[in-house]
Protein backbone atom coordinates (compact mmCIF):
# COMPACT_ATOMS: atom_id res chain seq x y z
CA UNK A 1 0.00 0.00 0.00
CA UNK A 2 1.04 3.31 -0.68
CA UNK A 3 -0.14 6.47 1.36
CA UNK A 4 -0.02 9.79 -0.38
CA UNK A 5 -0.28 13.51 1.58
CA UNK A 6 -0.68 16.58 -0.17
CA UNK A 7 0.32 19.95 0.99
CA UNK A 8 1.20 23.63 0.44
CA UNK A 9 -2.59 24.75 -0.71
CA UNK A 10 -4.66 27.81 0.42
CA UNK A 11 -5.74 31.02 -0.73
CA UNK A 12 -3.61 33.22 -3.41
CA UNK A 13 -4.43 36.38 -5.78
CA UNK A 14 -4.71 36.05 -9.81
CA UNK A 15 -1.80 36.09 -10.92
CA UNK A 16 -0.08 34.67 -8.31
CA UNK A 17 1.82 31.71 -7.29
CA UNK A 18 1.52 28.86 -5.12
CA UNK A 19 3.60 25.23 -5.09
CA UNK A 20 1.74 22.31 -3.63
CA UNK A 21 3.90 18.76 -2.51
CA UNK A 22 2.89 15.37 -2.67
CA UNK A 23 4.49 13.06 -0.16
CA UNK A 24 4.00 9.33 -0.27
CA UNK A 25 4.65 6.67 1.80
CA UNK A 26 4.31 2.94 1.93
CA UNK A 27 5.37 0.81 -0.41
CA UNK A 28 7.27 3.77 -2.71
CA UNK A 29 9.56 1.21 -4.67
CA UNK A 30 6.50 0.04 -6.13
CA UNK A 31 5.32 3.46 -7.53
CA UNK A 32 6.12 4.46 -11.56
CA UNK A 33 4.07 7.12 -12.70
CA UNK A 34 2.33 10.36 -10.13
CA UNK A 35 0.14 13.01 -11.22
CA UNK A 36 -1.94 15.70 -9.75
CA UNK A 37 -5.68 16.57 -10.21
CA UNK A 38 -7.97 18.87 -9.67
CA UNK A 39 -11.51 19.07 -9.06
CA UNK A 40 -13.45 22.50 -8.93
CA UNK A 41 -17.39 23.02 -6.95
CA UNK A 42 -19.94 21.26 -9.39
CA UNK A 43 -17.04 19.66 -11.92
CA UNK A 44 -15.61 16.47 -12.40
CA UNK A 45 -12.45 15.46 -11.32
CA UNK A 46 -10.05 16.54 -14.25
CA UNK A 47 -6.33 15.13 -15.14
CA UNK A 48 -4.07 18.42 -14.84
CA UNK A 49 0.05 16.49 -15.08
CA UNK A 50 1.67 13.42 -14.59
CA UNK A 51 5.25 12.53 -14.51
CA UNK A 52 7.00 9.27 -14.77
CA UNK A 53 9.84 8.23 -12.11
CA UNK A 54 12.49 8.95 -15.30
CA UNK A 55 10.55 12.63 -15.50
CA UNK A 56 9.14 12.78 -18.31
CA UNK A 57 5.99 14.81 -17.99
CA UNK A 58 2.60 15.69 -19.69
CA UNK A 59 0.43 18.25 -19.22
CA UNK A 60 -3.23 19.41 -19.17
CA UNK A 61 -3.67 22.25 -22.00
CA UNK A 62 -5.36 24.00 -19.31
CA UNK A 63 -2.36 24.41 -17.25
CA UNK A 64 0.50 24.19 -19.95
CA UNK A 65 2.80 26.92 -19.63
CA UNK A 66 1.73 27.76 -16.08
CA UNK A 67 2.57 24.75 -14.33
CA UNK A 68 5.31 22.95 -13.75
CA UNK A 69 5.68 19.22 -12.27
CA UNK A 70 8.74 17.83 -10.87
CA UNK A 71 9.52 14.30 -8.24
CA UNK A 72 12.50 13.82 -6.04
CA UNK A 73 12.52 10.05 -5.36
CA UNK A 74 15.51 10.00 -2.72
CA UNK A 75 12.34 12.26 -0.67
CA UNK A 76 9.55 10.46 -2.29
CA UNK A 77 7.97 13.70 -3.00
CA UNK A 78 6.09 15.10 -5.87
CA UNK A 79 5.45 18.93 -6.64
CA UNK A 80 3.19 21.25 -8.64
CA UNK A 81 4.42 24.46 -9.29
CA UNK A 82 1.86 27.13 -10.06
CA UNK A 83 2.61 30.04 -11.73
CA UNK A 84 -0.20 32.85 -13.76
CA UNK A 85 -3.03 31.81 -11.08
CA UNK A 86 -6.41 32.20 -12.39
CA UNK A 87 -9.89 31.96 -11.04
CA UNK A 88 -10.25 29.14 -12.93
CA UNK A 89 -7.52 27.15 -11.20
CA UNK A 90 -9.95 27.20 -7.99
CA UNK A 91 -10.10 23.88 -7.06
CA UNK A 92 -9.30 20.61 -4.63
CA UNK A 93 -6.11 19.63 -6.32
CA UNK A 94 -5.23 15.73 -5.88
CA UNK A 95 -1.97 13.86 -6.24
CA UNK A 96 -2.35 10.09 -7.32
CA UNK A 97 0.08 7.34 -7.93
CA UNK A 98 0.52 4.14 -9.66
CA UNK A 99 2.56 1.03 -9.55
CA UNK A 100 4.81 0.27 -12.65
CA UNK A 101 2.65 -1.00 -15.57
CA UNK A 102 -1.01 -0.21 -13.99
CA UNK A 103 -3.08 1.60 -16.27
CA UNK A 104 -5.27 3.34 -13.85
CA UNK A 105 -4.48 5.54 -11.05
CA UNK A 106 -4.05 3.19 -7.82
CA UNK A 107 -3.61 5.44 -4.99
CA UNK A 108 -5.03 9.05 -4.00
CA UNK A 109 -4.20 11.65 -1.38
CA UNK A 110 -7.05 13.88 0.24
CA UNK A 111 -6.76 16.51 -1.61
CA UNK A 112 -5.92 20.35 -0.72
CA UNK A 113 -7.43 23.21 -1.72
CA UNK A 114 -6.26 25.89 -3.96
CA UNK A 115 -8.06 29.25 -4.18
CA UNK A 116 -7.44 32.10 -6.39
CA UNK A 117 -9.55 35.11 -5.55
CA UNK A 118 -8.97 38.86 -5.17
Known amino acids: QVQLVESGGGSVQPGGSLTLSCAAS????????MGWHRQAPGKQREFIAF???????LFADSVKGRFTISRDNAKSTMYLQMNSLQREDTAVYFC????????????WGQGTQVTVSS
Open 96 to 107: SARRFGASSWDY
Open 26 to 33: GSIDSIGT
Open 51 to 57: ISRGSSA
